[in-house]
């Protein structure tokens, strides 16, 4: 299946000239060599891709280059070199008005400073996005007032932002980035401006979301357990590149450099890790097959009772194939000393 | 001369080997000037001021320059047309307030109308003291019978605010769009706000004629400025997010400008919107001197054949005035919109609108019916005119008064005004400009001295330098006096939060008195004398002054005066060690405006009877020399950049060197 989004050595310098500095530049020169001759690498020969339906978030510290790679998606940046496609088409080449075009049918986003307008009520802050295309008056409030509900602010759509709370103010930038239907939906940061108790409420919430709207998503964030708890794979970013790109589990399991490790050392394995990943060729157990969903934690008394080697997990295509429950243990009480 | 000190307080002991340089370019400044007045006697004439022969012509290549651009260029059909457009809408909204008699033909509204309606809007924006000011203020002014000359007023700012407010805000997006416009605007804005307001007034006559035309253009001219840069200010302060959500919406560029960026900048918008209605009351109430009609020039009629009574009546007028419009656009600036609850009605929603619309038309079918709702004839009125005068007289003619007056005017005069101005009329040319120069260098460095050494050269080459020494010597003189006398008045109250708060409503509120009004007090006081002029100029940069020492020094951070007070400092240690040295950057800006203020306003004094440009200026109103003019005018802008540009440098200095930026 073709990538919704696909970057291929994607390069964002900011400087003086950065497209002649780019041309002229030595490969393997390192973030802090371009800082020495003028420029910052914001985002340096980064390669991904994101399918559809997936989510991936893009975590990483501040000035890592997160939120200019995602703002390179929606070409809010002009890229200094490589490519981006969006559905097949290279988004460097559209044309403005191909560009709003493309806004305005395919894409959502929402910031972590909600970037609401302040002289205009919920209601027609969602209106926004549908009002700028010419949608007309009575469908774009029926649709308005649709996602109102969806993000649970029924009975305030004729409140102004600054009569919200923070959390309540992000709900009404999530319903904005939502109200033209978009395939694809970028967040950047949305829930960092919160309080912790409301960010996982909104966490919750997003993920209910993302149950019954099956977007495309590409989601920003500085905080690893944020990551872990909401991506289908996560990309670790470091000074512009991506130092490792896979799912949770893996990532966990297998931190591809120092800098991850960092993250993933005072993480909860067994929280993270699920059934499936660690099932192996070969012995199918015994007994009854547990979930490939299921993470290690929440089989901690089924793989401490049962004394079988290998137990029985259900994958997702019908199978059932064995996990070994001495390396499920070590995970779930960490490595025998 | 008090330039030097302040700037010798500049040069540090010992230090670095710049210092080392500075010091010695400094002294080789000082003493040059030292050494050239000394000699004096001695010199040659040319060598004490530029002789006639190397004077330019400026103002004859000025006006051929203007006589090529207003009949070869065909300028003046385009002022033509523009005034024919401007005079209809004059004529229409003059109509519509004091019925004048010519197309289109509108009744006057009774004022009893625009009093209600004024109130309703006053408490839309503001409550119940809002209504009280604004209704209050059009009551008083009918009852003093000043209605109509009051309406010819308003009926310029009516025109000239939207238009002014309109065109600034196109030009500010304009520069805001394109940075090389930006670029070229900064110094032509600068200009305009230092340019002596009869330097606006000529070029509005000789291109739209004597009266209420020239004045609205004149007006429209002068209260621009700000608008451009607010508007510039508030584009640029909206935030990132905000700007890239209405991208993500898919907003075209006229959608963005529209839809997010006007609306995010409201803020600075009004801001702008409230400084055009408040420049635009004080110059239009300036126009009297090219005949404009109205409360400025009854005032000024008064004051010329020292009617103290009536001349204070309409100060009062023009005061209130100013105090209703500057509090009603402020109050629109941070009305933030309400919204209602669910299905409350339509009547409910427009309640004061309706009321608007009702108290219109009860106060309409009054007026009908009792004339003295419509119109307060002359005998009817309540002015008490020239009891107040004989008041006013009798008390200034009480021995003790007179003698306090007396004595103080001689004082001054004696002691003060007449030996400075002698001393600085003596100087050579070369030696003040190498005194400015130096100042300039000790304040801001190389750039600000060279600017100093080229725009008081062009001042000399210009050919008015004497009279531009009395400018320049008034100006100081009473920006020095204005410190003397306002900054521990402002240390005093900056002890308070409660003085302080009520120092700076009191200075905010004489801020947005036009100009025209500080000669009033002076006038009571003095009469019509040399003194009267400086004592003017102190009162109105007294205002700035006090404003920016309180803000500067209540600006300290808290824990740097406390730690100053856990150090076991006494007050006054306190004060020079830690206050004053991290309040000096924004004493600056306060002097600054001060100094900016004060040649604003020795212009004004013109009247009064000096000898400076000002005077020369106002004699080139009565004819077409237009070149003349603009060399008075630019002697004064070019003496007024070079302490804008020095000040600022040293303010800018001082705040990175104090991390305050």
New interface residues.
């Given amino acids: 299946m073709n990538p919704v989004i696909s970057a291929k050595n994607v390069w964002k310098l900011f400087g003086p000239d950065p497209e002649s500095y780019l041309k002229s530049m030595t490969a393997g020169h390192s973030f802090d060599d371009i800082r020495a001759d003028g420029y910052i690498a914001g985002v340096k020969d980064v390669s991904l891709d994101v399918s559809k339906g997936e989510m991936l978030v893009i975590m990483g510290l501040s000035g890592s280059g997160k939120s200019t790679l995602v703002r390179c998606f929606s070409r809010l940046h002009d890229i200094t070199g490589g490519k981006i496609e969006v559905d097949g088409q290279d988004i460097m080449g559209l044309k403005e008005v191909e560009l709003i075009e493309l806004r305005r049918s395919k894409m959502g986003m929402v910031f972590q400073s909600f970037g609401l307008l302040p002289h205009r009520t919920v209601l027609q802050n969602v209106a926004f996005p549908l009002e700028m295309r010419g949608q007309d008056k009575h469908s774009t409030r029926d649709r308005a007032m649709e996602v109102v509900k969806l993000v649970g602010l029924e009975g305030r759509e004729d409140y102004f932002p600054r009569e919200l709370s923070g959390g309540q103010q992000q709900r009404v930038g999530i319903a904005r980035s939502l109200a033209i239907e978009p395939d694809i939906w970028f967040l950047d940061e949305p829930f960092s401006a919160l309080d912790p108790l409301i960010r996982r409420e909104m966490q919750d919430e997003f993920l209910r979301l993302q149950a019954m709207l099956g977007k495309t998503i590409v989601f920003i964030t500085h905080d690893f357990d944020e990551a872990l708890r909401l991506a289908d794979r996560i990309a670790i970013m470091k000074d512009g590149a991506v130092e490792q790109i896979d799912t949770p589990d893996k990532i966990v399991l297998n931190p591809a450099t120092d800098y991850v490790a960092k993250f993933t050392e005072e993480v909860d394995k067994a929280r993270v890790v699920h059934a499936s990943v660690l099932v192996e060729d070969g012995s199918m157990g015994k007994g009854e097959p547990v979930a490939a969903d299921a993470t290690i934690l929440s089989l901690a008394r089924r793989l401490i009772n049962d004394a079988a080697d290998v137990i029985p997990v259900q994958m997702p295509d019908g199978n059932v194939k064995g996990m070994p429950r001495q390396a499920a243990l070590d995970i779930l009480l960490g490595e025998a000393k | 001369m008090t330039i030097v000190s302040d700037a010798n307080l500049a040069v540090p002991e010992g230090g670095t080997p710049a210092m080392a340089v500075r010091r010695k370019v400094l002294i080789g400044l000082f003493g040059f000037a030292a050494l050239l007045t000394v000699l004096r006697p001695w010199l040659p004439e040319a060598l004490i001021r530029l002789p006639e022969a190397m004077l330019l012509p400026w103002s004859d290549w000025l006006d051929v320059g203007f006589a090529w651009v207003q009949n070869d260029l065909g300028l003046i059909h385009v002022t033509r047309e523009i005034a024919s457009w401007l005079g209809f809408l004059i004529d229409a909204a003059a109509n519509v307030l004091y019925g004048k008699s010519r197309w289109p033909n509108f009744e006057a509204m009774p004022w009893s109308v625009v009093a209600g309606c004024l109130a309703v809007l006053g408490y839309w924006l503001g409550g119940w003291k809002l209504a009280l000011l604004a209704g209050g203020t059009m009551v008083w002014t009918a009852l003093m019978g000043q209605w109509k000359w009051a309406m010819e007023t308003m009926s310029v700012i009516v025109v000239a605010a939207p238009v002014g407010f309109a065109v600034g805000l196109l030009i500010g997006i304009l520069a805001w769009r394109s940075a090389r416009f930006e670029k070229a605007m900064r110094p032509v804005l600068l200009v305009l706000q230092t340019l002596p307001f009869y330097s606006y007034l000529l070029p509005a006559v000789i291109f739209f004629k004597v009266g209420p035309t020239a004045a609205s253009v004149a007006t429209i001219a002068y209260s621009m400025p700000p608008m451009i840069l607010m508007t510039i200010v508030g584009l640029k302060k909206v935030?990132p997010?905000?700007v890239?959500?209405?991208?993500?919406?898919?907003?075209?560029r006229w959608?963005m400008l529209r839809?997010?960026y006007i609306?995010?900048a409201?803020t600075e918008i009004l801001v702008g919107l409230n400084q055009v209605i408040m420049l635009a009351l004080a110059m239009v109430v300036l126009t009297a001197f090219i005949g404009m009609p109205g409360l400025g020039a009854k005032l000024l009629a008064m004051m010329n054949s020292f009617k103290l009574g009536r001349s204070f009546e309409i100060g009062v007028t023009i005061v209130l005035l100013a105090v209703t419009l500057d509090r009603l656009s402020k109050a629109w600036v941070v009305k933030?919109?309400e919204?209602?609850?669910?299905g409350t009605p339509w009547w409910q929603r427009h309640i004061l609108l309706l009321i608007g619309v009702a108290t219109f038309v009860v106060f309409m079918v009054l007026a009908q019916v009792i004339p003295i709702l419509n119109e307060i004839g002359r005998r009817q009125s309540l002015s008490m005119g020239s009891e107040i005068d004989v008041a006013i007289k009798g008390f200034l003619n009480l021995s003790w008064v007179k003698e306090t007056t007396g004595f103080i005017r001689w004082f001054f005069n004696l002691w003060i005004l007449i030996p400075t101005e002698r001393a600085l009329l003596y100087v050579p040319t070369a030696a003040v400009i190498a005194v400015v120069t130096g100042f300039c260098y000790a304040l801001g460095g190389r750039r600000p001295a060279l600017i100093g050494v080229l725009f008081f050269s062009i001042v000399a080459g210009f050919g008015w330098w004497d009279r531009a020494m009395i400018t320049l010597h008034s100006t100081l003189t009473a920006v020095i006096l204005a410190m003397v006398f306002g900054m521990p008045l402002a240390v005093w109250a900056a002890r308070r939060e409660t003085w302080s708060a009520r120092m700076i409503f009191v200075c905010d509120t004489a801020q947005t008195f036009p100009s025209f009004i500080y000669l009033l007090p002076a006038i009571m006081l003095f009469g019509i004398t040399p003194f009267t002029v400086i004592l003017s100029i102190l009162i109105y940069t007294m205002v700035p002054v006090i404003r920016y020492t309180i803000e500067g020094l209540r600006g300290v951070p808290p824990e740097l005066t406390e730690a100053a007070d856990m150090s076991g400092a006494t007050r006054w240690q306190k004060l020079w060690n830690v206050q004053l040295p991290l309040a000096m950057p924004t004493i600056a800006v306060g002097l600054n405006q001060a100094l900016i203020f004060a040649f604003f306003m020795v212009i004004i004094a013109a009247f009064i009877g000096t000898r400076d440009l000002g005077q020369e200026m106002q004699r080139t109103l009565a004819g077409t020399q237009l070149g003349k003019n603009f060399t008075l005018g630019f002697s004064v802008v070019f003496m007024a950049l070079t302490f804008d540009i020095a000040i600022n440098a040293w303010a800018e200095k001082r705040r990175r060197i104090l991390g305050l930026a």
């Fill in positions: 935030p997010e905000v890239e959500a209405g991208k993500m919406a898919g907003c075209s959608q839809s997010v609306p995010s409201r933030q919109p919204h209602f609850e669910k």
